[in-house]
């Protein structure tokens, strides 16, 4: 299990990098939500266990993250 944290760590910091990257070559800036709004958004979506949660895959996962945490899948 504690592998399993260490390569989600790594490869979180990996999607930053990258997208650091990116967003420098391109001009884009990359601005991540902030955990509140993210928390904010979860209980205004009422997620929860037994839930199914579908990211467009336009960010850094964060609101995945926290809805894996609150039980959804």
């Known amino acids: 299990m504690y592998y399993f944290f260490v390569f ?3 490869a979180a910091i990996l999607l930053w990098a990258i997208t650091s ?3 420098a070559v391109i001009g884009v800036p990359f601005l ?7 928390v904010l958004m979860m209980e205004l979506g009422g997620v929860g266990p037994g839930m199914q949660v579908i990211d467009l ?10 809805a894996a945490k609150r039980g959804a899948s």
């Open 8 to 10: 989600v760590f790594l």
């Open 57 to 66: 895959g336009a960010g850094a996962g964060r609101l995945l993250f926290l």
């Open 21 to 23: 990257l990116v967003s």
């Open 32 to 38: 991540p939500t902030h955990r509140r709004q993210a």
